[in-house]
């Protein structure tokens, strides 16, 4: 897949990202799957990845369930299987959850994303967005200077209160504990919704201590990663506390894994947010339909399908008051089979 414009974050600038498709054949019907392998990020990012496809490909689709038992640590992969066998069940139409399609299709609310980059093109992103009526801005923090990204805050909450625009943050982990207890405080300022991960994952002591003290709610995102076991689950969540659960169903595992987030956030009284992890329309129509089962009281941070030059033309359509599945729209795959 290849980035319209360059993809800023705390980790680097994304210029192409590779992702794979399961297909699955019935004379001229067709199922897709994503397997979204994000490099560097994924925790089956490793050897024997595409041995570990071409396995899954040879067993499928006689093999359904067994298939799924063996794919726990494979977390990108049990999310294109999970996602082309429920596209196979229900008539190979790329209809996932038949009960959110309905007759009428779908509207999901969507967060306007600010890619890092230099603050005056930053600053022009949250003018797009908030000409555009974004009701909700996330703003990716870490990579430049933080008097820089604070005058981006300020710019926004000097037009609009934290009733009119939401500021949701992501720092990718980039801060170390003693950093971000001084940020938060300062942030605190502005009224900011939740700020995601921000130290490094792997620290639950030092997040349990952050989540606690922090005057703006903390989101776990990459601190979910690797954890693909309920009992891990829950030592988690334990431990840490957390207000929110930033949920991206090809690092944690599918709907599957994702169910189980849910309702451990949900015992403890937080919350969570559906956000999409740079997939194609296949991996993105499946995470918007998962979501239209019922969300949060967040508005959700799925991706509009408008970061690729080569994406699948699909059903979706975009603006400032969310994510639309059209009942009349079309698929394309003619660039993909």
Same mark, same amino acid.
Request: hydrophobic letters at 40%.
């Given at each position: ?31 897709? %799957? ?107 923090? %870490? ?87 309920? $009992? ?80 699948? $033309? ?7 008051? %969310? ?5 009349? %729209? ?8």
């Amino acid at each position: 897949m290849h980035f319209k414009r360059p993809g800023g974050t705390s980790r680097g600038v994304l210029h192409d990202k590779d992702t794979y498709f399961i297909v699955l054949r019935n004379s001229d019907d067709i199922a897709i %799957g994503e397997c979204n392998l994000f490099t560097g990020l994924s925790y089956d990012n490793r050897a024997g990845y595409e041995e570990k496809l071409q396995e899954v490909c040879n067993r499928l689709p006689d093999e359904r369930e067994n298939v799924l038992n063996d794919l726990v640590e494979w977390p990108s992969i049990y999310f294109g299987v999970e996602t082309v066998l429920k596209d196979w069940e229900n008539g190979c139409k790329q209809i996932i959850f038949p009960e959110v399609i309905a007759e009428k299709g779908f509207s999901i609310p969507v967060n306007g994303l600010i890619w890092m980059d230099r603050k005056e093109e930053m600053l022009q992103q949250i003018i797009e967005k908030l000409k555009g009526g974004f009701a909700s801005i996330k703003l990716k923090i %870490g990579a430049i200077d933080f008097e820089t990204e604070l005058s981006l805050i300020q710019f926004v909450r000097k037009q609009f209160t934290a009733q009119e625009t939401e500021i949701r943050l992501d720092a990718n982990g980039s801060f170390t504990l003693d950093e971000a207890k001084e940020k938060l405080k300062v942030l605190s300022e502005y009224q900011i919704s939740y700020i995601e991960q921000p130290i490094k994952s792997g620290q639950w002591q030092e997040m349990a201590v952050l989540t606690e003290n922090s005057p703006i709610d903390i989101a776990l995102d990459e601190e979910l990663i690797g954890i693909n076991s309920q $009992p891990e689950r829950e030592k988690l969540i334990k431990c840490i506390q957390p207000q929110i659960l930033i949920l991206k169903h090809a690092l944690i595992g599918g709907f599957h894994a994702a169910d189980a987030w849910k309702k451990l956030i949900e015992r403890i009284g937080g919350s969570w947010v559906i956000t999409s992890a740079l997939e194609s329309n296949i991996g993105l129509n499946a995470v918007a339909q998962y979501t239209a089962l019922g969300w949060s009281k967040y508005v959700q941070g799925l991706g509009t399908g408008q970061l690729f030059t080569n994406n699948i $033309p699909s059903p979706y359509t975009t603006d400032a008051a %969310g994510l639309h599945y059209q009942i009349n %729209g079309k698929w394309d795959f003619s660039n993909l089979l």
